[in-house]
């Protein structure tokens, strides 16, 4: 960050989005997406939904591992709507070696791969594991807690949309409150998911004492890639929980997956930060704080939120909210900008 | 080299000597002395250039195991009953993948109740994965299986697993043959996988297959079991060359060419069968042994033949398919079907009940007197369970069975009467 700061002295804001675009920054620091040489590691022709944000979470940070890693990658899934729609057989979007075993094993199936390429003295090769949030928090928990515990070298991405979508959107352990899914109805005297449930896995993670914990979202591109990046170039038990929208699970427009999760970030809901070794070493300010009603109102299914006696369940999130932000130290100065 | 040596350690040795790359393993009684073994010889470097992987569960140790292999690594865990019910899933995937990762079973029984003791319940749970399943009756053949479970594997794309008998083999010591690291050079050849992850030919393995392709896959796969059938003894043939031992192919026949009565049994207790074989054979009955060790894919052809002159088959095994009757015994009905072959079933040494040669030779006796009701379960106390079925009948009882008998009855065993 510091020789970034000594060549941006500038700082530039795109208007409506907040972010820096790739035109206004130096060839050098545009994102690895930005270039004609990314590697496309999931390719066009896959059958995720329109606007989902789980393809383009995958497809941005295994880009940027891909240039980390001069292609020298390997990447392990979780079942999952990611592994269903792009290896429709006899197809597959996937330019990179690339196995699927079981929902719940992703972060074992890692390990033995990057055994095997130690191995065989391969150690150049680097492996990425991915799940969604059920086949991380829940079902693969048990298998990433002990590659974490292990301090296997393994970057594992979860990409969060905040349910078990592939199977049509039930509730897993990071659903949030209030959210309506197939098994939390939004009906009865507590509507939704409930309050009180639920697991931090990027907390629960940093608890490893792992060399290296992220969060990051869709809605940020460079520091999404900064983070894969800088994961990449670090042996040992890696993380990255990914903020990735779903129109379909969500019940939001297709064309709205980025501005929800910035909103999700800049209302303090999905705080963006990093750790190493169990302490935070940063996290992205929020620029323009808004109230998590403008980021809840465009899902539906928070939509029951917004008729009676929605207020004081919308108060509880906001309080979710403001707790990170004071757990983070989000609404510091912005010190520099960061891309 | 001839050495006086513990089942588990003597297995553990010949994994050694197989070049092993990747060993992942989690504890259960009766495996566990394998894989301290294993642990053992890397840290002091009797194992060369291999990965040990102290896993968090044994879903945990075969998936390890399926990265490291699909990563080209020859590949080796063990476990048993619960154990190999925890990882089942990951079971059925490995031989989904063609992988040829290579397994020990000590085969031990499945709870509630818990227990720790041996019979076959654990593997044969999952017979119908796709894993080729060996049985060995001694432990110079479980140490030998499994040089050559390597090479079985590697040649057909496809897991093995090892099954010894828990405790009875694991735990017992023999005059083992160990075999020195030339020999077995001579005959494993490094695994030379023909398709792994590879960044420079990145292919994508474990693909959704859909219903217009799913059937050819899983006729492949039975497919390629059937091959088996005749690689197997190929392998002990090469293995036979090499090492000058007989050691497993499909089944051993013991004393079956002019037997009328034929037991057809796996595992350790040919043992004891052959012994008692001796014995009644001294009287003048006909009687023989087969001993099968490939139970998965299952020799239907060969077994037919063998058994062609017997007119009585006696099915004993260490299993018990809930609501139906005999595993093995079903698949030996199904070998000779349409003969008009007398096959008994007899059910035998659940949870490490003793197979005594006394019981046997009773059981025998009343084969021959045609005074066997089928299925046989082999010194089943009727006195309790008869008792337990009648509390039963006089009242609706929900709960553990184990307890209710303790709540109703008693203790039962020995020390109870
Ligand atoms: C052992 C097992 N249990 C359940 C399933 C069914 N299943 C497949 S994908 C999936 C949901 C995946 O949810 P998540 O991990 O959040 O990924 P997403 O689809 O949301 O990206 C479920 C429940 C399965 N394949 N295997
Ligand atoms: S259901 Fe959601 S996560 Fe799955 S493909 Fe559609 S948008 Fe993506
Ligand atoms: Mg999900």
């Known amino acids: 960050m510091s020789d970034m700061t000594a060549e941006q002295k500038v700082k530039f804001y795109q208007k409506g989005t907040f972010t820096a675009g790739n035109r206004l920054v130096d060839q050098a620091r545009r994102s690895v997406q930005a270039s004609m040489e990314r590697s496309n590691a999931i390719t066009s022709g896959h059958r995720a939904c329109q606007g989902c944000g789980e393809a383009l979470g995958a497809r941005y940070a295994l880009d940027a591992a891909m240039r980390a890693t001069e292609g020298q990658l390997i990447a392990v899934n979780a079942t999952g709507c990611l592994e269903v729609f792009t290896t429709p057989y006899p197809e597959t979007s996937w330019q990179v070696p690339w196995i699927h075993s079981l929902f719940g094993n992703a972060a074992a ?174 996290s992205i300010p929020i620029r323009r704080k808004v109230p998590v009603e403008e980021y809840l109102r465009p899902q539906k299914r928070f939509a029951h939120l917004f008729k009676d006696g929605g207020g004081e369940r919308i108060a509880r999130l906001q309080r979710m909210a403001d707790a990170n932000i004071k757990r983070f130290d989000l609404l510091r100065e912005a010190e520099e900008a960061p891309l | 080299m001839f050495e006086q040596i513990e089942g588990s350690q003597a297995v553990a040795k010949a994994i050694a000597l197989c070049r092993p790359e990747v060993i992942c393993a989690y504890p259960i009684t009766p495996q566990t002395h394998i894989v301290e073994g294993c642990a053992e010889m890397i840290r002091t470097g009797a194992i060369q250039n291999c990965e040990f992987i102290n896993v968090e569960s044994e879903f945990a140790a075969l998936s390890v195991a399926i990265g490291s292999s699909a990563a080209g690594a020859r590949t080796y865990t063990a476990t048993a009953s619960q154990g190999l019910l925890f990882m089942a899933e990951a079971v059925y995937n490995a031989a989904g993948l063609g992988l040829p990762i290579v397994m020990t079973i000590g085969n031990r029984a499945i709870g509630a109740p818990i227990n720790i ?44 697993m090892v099954c010894m008998d828990g405790f009875i ?39 959704m297959v859909g219903p217009e392709a799913f059937m050819e896959v899983r006729y492949l796969a039975h497919d390629k079991l059937l091959q088996a059938l005749s690689v197997i003894p190929e392998i002990q043939q090469e293995f036979k060359e090499v090492f000058g031992r007989e050691s497993g192919g499909l089944f051993h026949g013991y004393r079956v060419e002019d037997a009328e009565t034929v037991v057809v049994t796996m595992g350790s207790l040919a043992g004891t069968v052959k012994d008692l074989v001796d014995e009644v054979r001294e009287n003048g009955a006909k009687i023989g042994v087969i001993t099968l060790c490939s139970y998965r894919p299952f020799p239907l052809d060969g077994l037919r033949h063998a058994l062609q002159g017997a007119a009585k088959v006696i099915v004993l095994e260490k299993s018990l398919a809930l609501g139906f009757g005999g595993v093995l015994a079903a698949d030996v009905r199904t070998a000779l079907h349409g003969r008009d072959t007398h096959i008994h079933t007899v059910i035998a040494g659940l949870g490490g009940r003793p197979i005594t040669r006394k019981s046997l030779a009773r059981m025998f006796a009343r084969v021959e007197r045609d005074d066997l009701k089928d299925p046989h379960f082999l010194d089943l106390d009727l006195d309790i369970v008869r008792r337990e079925i009648d509390n039963q009948r006089s009242q609706i009882t929900a709960g553990p069975i184990a307890e209710n008998i303790l709540r109703e009855i008693g203790p039962c065993g020995p020390k109870a009467v």
């Open chain 2, 169 to 207: 083999l694991t735990h017992a010591y023999e005059r083992v043959a160990i075999p020195d690291q030339a020999q077995v050079d001579a005959f494993l050849p490094p695994y030379q996988p023909r398709q792994i992850l590879d960044p420079a030919d990145p292919y994508t393995i474990g693909a």
């Open chain 1, 109 to 282: 199936v890692a390990s033995g791969v990057a055994a095997a390429m130690r191995v065989k003295g391969r150690e150049q090769v680097r492996v990425v594991a991915q799940g969604g949030d059920g086949g991380t928090t829940d079902i693969g928990f048990g298998c990433l807690s002990g590659m974490f515990e292990r301090n296997d070298d393994v970057l594992y991405i979860c990409y969060d949309n905040e349910a078990y979508m592939n199977t049509g959107v039930q509730r897993s352990s990071a659903t949030p409150p209030t959210a309506r899914t197939a098994t939390t109805p939004a009906v009865g005297p507590e509507p939704g998911n409930v309050f009180g449930t639920g697991k931090n896995l990027p907390l629960i993670a940093m608890a490893h004492n792992i060399p290296y914990v992220a969060t990051a979202s869709v809605a940020n591109l460079h520091d999404l890639e900064r983070k894969v990046e800088k994961a990449v170039a670090i042996r040992g038990a890696r993380y990255i929980h990914i903020f990735v929208p779903c129109p379909l699970g969500w019940g939001s427009a297709s064309h709205d997956t980025i501005r929800i999760a910035r909103l999700a970030s800049e209302c303090g809901l999905f705080p963006l930060f990093e750790a190493e070794h169990g302490e935070v070493t940063g």
């Open chain 2, 117 to 160: 003791w041996n019979d076959h319940s654990d593997s044969m749970a999952l017979r119908d994965a796709g894993w080729i399943q060996l049985h060995a009756e001694t432990n110079q053949e479980a140490a030998d299986l499994h040089i050559q479970a390597f090479k079985l594997a590697e040649r057909l794309s496809a897991p093995v």
